[in-house]
């Protein structure tokens, strides 16, 4: 069977709502069935919706820490505040953006968003996203008895090139890499250090139907993916890497 993306049409949520009751109204008003096997890849701004992860940027109260960021990267410091609270860590910048990693995400401004949001409101991350996914993908076995795969997609930036892509925050019920080493390559050499980016190959698929700017597709199925599943409770650490390890980090940070 070859791989199939269903992207599924939604509506634009403004506030705090029951995602699950809102998944079920989405797969009733497109006629649609989850199967056994399915993979569904969900934006992490309609996840974020769903749990009220709206903030308006003018009620933070603004750190010393935050005023030094924000005066660094000539940016606002309200939205650094918020940008600060976001973080695990600030890597560095350019003017307007902090670059800094979430959940193990190396994202501008946190994954923060303002371009989805009104006047001066921003969308965050979703909170505890692998726990979100876990979740989502045990009430869709306990009430439809179906196993599938979960994954939540934001767009990200890849350096040197132009444009976006898809990126798995966190995922559920698949795993999330394929380790290649060991492997042979086309030539008959082992593969040395090659993990196969399972769950963001399949963001990034999915991504490219859920479309960006006014597209309605908050939840795509993929089909046919041949990928593994799993009961086993997926963590953040399978998905990154440390940064001793990373070549992008090393090499702007030597």
């Known amino acids: 069977m070859n791989l199939t993306v269903i992207p599924l049409t939604g509506k634009k949520k403004d506030g705090k709502f029951c995602f699950f009751e809102e998944l079920k109204k989405i797969l009733q008003c497109n006629k649609f069935t989850i199967k056994n096997g399915d993979v569904l890849v969900i934006s992490s701004k309609f ?55 979430t959940n193990g995400i190396l994202a501008p401004n946190a994954g923060i968003d303002k371009s989805n949001s009104k006047g001066t409101k921003i969308i965050l991350y979703p909170n505890e ?11 869709i076995f306990l009430e439809l008895n179906l196993h599938v795969g979960v ?40 593969l040395k250090v090659t993990f196969q980016a399972t769950a963001d190959n399949l963001a990034s698929i999915a991504n490219h139907e859920m479309g960006e700017g006014s597209d309605l597709h908050p939840i795509a199925i993929v089909r046919d993916s041949s990928c593994n599943l799993t009961n086993r409770k997926i963590v953040p650490k399978e998905m990154i890497i440390p940064y001793e390890q990373c070549v992008y980090i090393r090499s702007f940070s030597d």
């Open 129 to 139: 996203p692998y726990k979100f996914a876990e979740e989502l993908k045990r009430k």
């Open 47 to 101: 996840i974020s919706n769903s749990q009220g992860r709206i903030l308006e940027i003018n009620n933070s109260k603004v750190c010393n820490k935050a005023k030094e960021i924000a005066k660094k990267f000539n940016s606002n410091e309200k939205f650094m505040e918020i940008v600060f609270r976001e973080s695990d860590n600030i890597l560095g910048g350019v003017a307007g953006f902090a670059m800094s990693t």
């Open 151 to 190: 994954i939540i997609v934001d767009s990200r930036l890849m350096p040197a090139r132009i444009g976006t892509t898809g990126v798995a925050i966190a995922c559920a019920g698949i795993e999330p890499t394929k380790d290649l080493r060991g492997e042979k390559d086309l030539d008959g050499n082992p």
